[in-house]
């Protein structure tokens, strides 16, 4: 079975201040799929990274970076300079594939409540 | 170009009484999915379609959950009879391909209280 652990639960920094949030998985599959959402206070999921299995390399987008390292299962996301804005709860989420008929399994991690205090 | 579309936004309904969300998928996508998000349970995936065919109910709750797509372009989630316990928001997501490997776009969700 897949699962997902966002072990830090709330998170408060100071505007400006870098922060990194964990996410460590566990899968059986070789083939997967590595995501991060973010849910703001208004309530809507909005898709951040998409990563596969087969590729390790480190993404920066802006403000945002992304870690994943196979050898430690994990996918770690980082925002440099925080900002008020960034104050979210942010998911992680593990997708494989299981069974010939299409059907896959899409874990979401507990979450990851982070507050940018100005 | 318009995002996933879910009505209504907010449900409140006494226990026993049907309830009836909707949801409008991104044009061209051809995967959509139901969320619920609990305190307690966080997200959890109800159901998901793939050109309209069910692939995969396993995550709904029991037999007083359905889920229809009767065309592309539009799905349902009917709980009946309601129970208080059912109160959380509902996400209805889509994505293109088969969604395995696809980022989902969400829609805004409908918060369901059972009283």
């Known amino acids: 079975a897949q699962k997902v652990t966002q072990a830090q639960t709330e998170i408060s920094v100071v505007e400006k201040e870098d922060v990194t949030l964990d996410c460590v998985y566990e899968t059986r599959d070789t083939t997967y799929y590595l995501f991060w959402y973010k849910q703001p206070p208004s309530g809507e999921l909005v898709f951040l990274i998409r990563r596969n299995s087969f590729d390790e390399q480190n993404e920066i987008s802006g403000r945002y970076s992304w870690n994943f390292q196979k050898s430690t299962s994990s996918f770690n996301f980082t925002i440099t300079a925080s900002q008020v804005v960034d104050s979210a709860v942010y998911f992680c989420a593990l997708s494989e594939a299981y069974s010939g008929a299409g059907s896959y399994q899409l874990t979401f991690g507990k979450g990851t409540k982070l507050s940018v205090i100005p | ?115």
Request: proline share 7%; net charge negative; aromatic share 12%.
């Open chain 2, 1 to 115: 170009d318009a995002g996933v579309i879910q009505s209504p936004r907010h449900e409140v309904t006494e226990m026993g009484q049907e309830v009836t969300l909707r949801c409008k998928p991104i044009s061209g996508h051809n995967s959509l999915f139901w969320y619920r998000q609990t305190m307690m349970r966080g997200l959890e995936l109800l159901i998901y379609f793939n050109n309209n065919v069910p692939i995969d109910d396993s995550g709904m709750p029991e037999d007083r959950f359905s889920a229809k797509m009767p065309n592309a372009s539009f799905s349902t989630l009917k709980i009946q009879p309601s129970e208080p316990r059912d109160s959380a928001v509902y996400f209805c997501a889509s994505s293109t391909g088969t969604g395995y490997s696809y980022e989902q776009y969400f829609g805004p969700g409908t918060r369901l209280t059972v009283t």
